[in-house]
């Protein structure tokens, strides 16, 4: 059963009996509260350096 949709909804029941009805809002809860938001939304010049070094690779090969 496992992989499959009703395999699906009695790990769901599972879960829920386990660990509460709001077992799937508390581990969803978690996932936003350590999210930082970092990366390129941090650094806009980074991400245009980033940009730039992805755009200048050729996917085409050189001819010689």
């Known amino acids: 059963m ?3 949709k009703a ?3 009695a ?7 386990k660990y509460g ?3 799937y809002a508390k581990i969803g ?3 936003g509260k350590l999210g930082r938001t970092g990366g390129f939304y941090a650094n806009r010049e980074l991400a245009r350096i980033a940009g730039r070094k992805g755009g200048m690779i050729s996917r085409r090969t050189k001819k010689a």
């Open 2 to 4: 496992a992989g499959t």
């Open 7 to 9: 395999g699906g909804k």
């Open 11 to 17: 790990a769901a029941a599972t879960n829920k009996s």
């Open 21 to 23: 009805s709001d077992f």
């Open 29 to 31: 809860a978690k996932g």
